[in-house]
């Protein structure tokens, strides 16, 4: 095996020539670094098929961070029976690389990319997990942060010391000049915890931009030697077998003045040339951009065809509009979004929960098209998911408020959001009913859909909010520890009981992951449409499947019983009978009316 570095050179040279006009050497530098790196390929170490695994019914994710699960890379290693009992495929390791000492938000501040953080394991350890994950059948997926290092790297150190050629590595300035000028058209992170993009670093008088918390210091792309080294740390993590390489904070990597400092062109042409050299370097080699921004930006980092950017992105849209949907009990929003049926070679990941929290980033001009004021709307959903509104089944907490714009995100884990906290802290049965009803309803909606299900550890088996980190100094600002928690494997215990909650809880999840693995819904999902219908309760899928394969997809987001006219479907062409695949009963779309119980779902196939 070699890599034909003239071959990559053709293909990369004039998008690098953009980012870097009059830069021959530095581009010269880089493909010598690529044919290096190539030289420390262990062939063992890798999986050798092609990526097309993104599209299988069997791919099912799981993400975690190592500590919280289960301590350190060994103890991970020890619950593989653990995954392959679920049906896991694909596991997404939180930052387990070596974090800044001290606070580090989560570990997304890394002191050194290529050692692993010594609490849980080292670079050996981790091969050796990836190894056995490999050989049964368990992808892994990590974290990598390119937008900043912390503050510690032994690049911010060198800053610090004066080293010129470092201090080029960040956007460190001499007075507040160029930092007002970008910060008059920046917007802001973290507002309450962190507010600005500039910090002010006393110990050497200088302004450093900081768009996430003061001790992430943001990389500089505009200089290629930061190109070539986060190029380098990339081929070094698809060398040690990593599948899926998560690309953190993507949108924010190119910063010019008078801009937003987000999305812009240049971050396109980056992660264009990382797929470029990925897909020769390392084919098997999956890239996830982490982008969570508007609906229709979101798309573009898939690249397109004069270029593939990301295989992968978190379908951050459909994650709000689930939650906008149960809280409204109305469909039409999410009725409305627009289905992209992209290119086979990228996927989305659906997820309804992750370790970040949920930011309110509805598409407003449909809102107001739909009677909605965007700006109440989004208090109303704040408030909702804190449990404040009247009606709310939900309890969570408030995440970044704003008190003069009012503007807020939320936390809480997925079950506490769906009702199940609130239920038993007011031992009401009936509530507990609806809340377990909730959380298979919205299980199903990730796991159902086109796309790779994520799983969040711990909603597995409706882990509740654990408010401990209001103790803890160094997380108490941040309430997204509110579901960043240890999983719970005494829980598990339970899951013998029968009547546990975990218990059917992680039953029902099982049955929708066998459904989806099964023989009739393990045929890839070419594209999907929605069928729009009167009932604003109900939203209604079709998915068409290769081999001709078609199922119909039904929804109730409400916990009243819903009549569906099947005059709207036969004149949309659905006129057969079906069958629904859980639970067997026999649907007929002749007959005038279907009903659909309290947040049921159907899944249906023709007779
Ligand atoms: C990503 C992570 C988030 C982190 C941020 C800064 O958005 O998901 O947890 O705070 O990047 O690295």
């Known amino acids: 095996m070699s890599i034909d570095i003239n071959k990559l050179k053709q293909s990369i040279q004039d998008d690098y020539l953009k980012l870097y006009p009059n830069s021959i050497s530095d581009f010269n530098s880089l493909l010598e670094m690529i044919t290096k790196s190539y030289s420390f390929r262990d062939e063992n170490q890798l999986i050798s098929n092609s990526p097309e695994w993104i599209h299988s019914a069997n791919t099912i994710g799981m993400m975690l961070y190592v500590d919280l699960f289960n301590s350190d890379i060994d103890g991970l290693v020890s619950k593989t029976e653990y995954f392959k009992n679920l049906g896991i495929t694909l596991i997404h390791l939180m930052p387990l690389v070596q974090p800044r000492n001290g606070e580090n938000d989560g570990g997304y501040a890394v002191r050194d990319y290529r050692k692993v953080n010594p609490k849980l394991g080292n670079v050996e350890s981790l091969k050796k997990a990836i190894k056995n994950f490999h050989n049964n059948g368990i992808r892994i997926c990590i974290d990598y942060v390119i937008n900043h290092t912390a503050d510690d790297h032994e690049w911010a150190i060198k800053a610090k010391s004066g080293d010129k050629k470092y201090q080029d590595y960040y956007f460190m300035y001499d007075d507040y000049t160029i930092p007002r000028q970008y910060e008059a058209t920046m917007n802001q992170v973290f507002p309450k ?6 910090t002010y670093v006393k110990d050497i008088d200088k302004w450093v931009m900081t768009t996430f918390y003061d001790f992430q210091w943001d990389l500089n792309y505009r200089n290629p030697k930061v190109f070539e080294e986060i190029l380098s740390i990339l081929l070094f993590y698809a060398n040690l077998g990593i599948d899926v390489i998560r690309l953190d904070a993507i949108p924010y990597i190119w910063k010019t003045i008078g801009t937003s400092c987000r999305n812009l062109p240049e971050v396109h042409v980056i992660l264009k040339i990382f797929r470029t050299v990925l897909a020769d370097f390392s084919p098997s080699t999956v890239l996830l951009g982490e982008s969570i921004v508007a609906p229709e930006i979101i798309v573009r980092y898939f690249g397109s065809n004069n270029g593939l950017e990301c295989d992968l992105l978190y379908n951050a849209s459909y994650m709000v509009e689930i939650w906008n949907s149960l809280a409204t009990r109305d469909t039409r929003h999410i009725s409305h979004m627009p289905i992209i049926n992209h290119e086979l070679s990228t996927e989305w990941i659906n997820y309804a929960r992750c370790h970040d929290d949920i930011g309110w980033g509805l598409d407003e001009s449909k809102l107001r098209e739909l009677g909605f004021d965007p700006f109440m ?16 089944f939900s309890i969570g907490e408030l995440y970044e408020y704003d008190p003069i714009t009012k503007d807020a995100r939320n936390s809480g884990t997925l079950a506490s959001l769906a009702g199940l906290e609130k239920a038993l802290a007011e031992k009401d049965l009936y509530k507990l009913e609806l809340a377990l009803k909730r959380i298979n309803l ?13 799983i969040y550890s711990g909603d597995e088996i409706g882990l509740l909010n654990n408010y401990d980190y209001k103790n803890d100094p160094k997380k108490k600002h941040d309430s997204r520890w509110l579901h960043r928690q240890n999983f719970d494997w005494s829980k598990l215990d339970n899951i013998e009981k029968c009547d546990s909650i975990e218990r059917q809880i992680l039953c029902n999840l099982k049955r929708l992951i066998a459904l989806r693995t099964a023989h009739s819904l393990g045929s890839i999902i070419i594209s999907e449409k929605i069928i729009q219908v009167e009932n604003k309760h109900i939203l209604i899928i079709q998915q068409f499947r290769d081999e001709g394969n078609e199922l119909l997809l039904i929804f109730n987001f409400s916990e009243d019983r819903q009549f569906l006219n099947t005059s709207e479907l036969r004149r949309q062409g659905i006129n057969s009978r079906m069958v629904d695949l859980l639970q067997g009963k026999e649907l007929n779309f002749e007959k005038e009316q279907i ?12 007779k």
């Open 193 to 198: 915890v962190a507010p600005g993009n500039f």
């Open 595 to 606: 009903i659909i119980g309290p947040y049921e779902f159907l899944v249906l196939k023709n």
């Open 442 to 454: 919205i299980n199903a909606l990730v796991l159902l859909r086109k796309g790779i299900p994520m």
């Open 377 to 392: 709307h989004k208090q109303f959903l704040i408030d909702f998911y804190l449990g404040n509104y009247p009606d709310s």
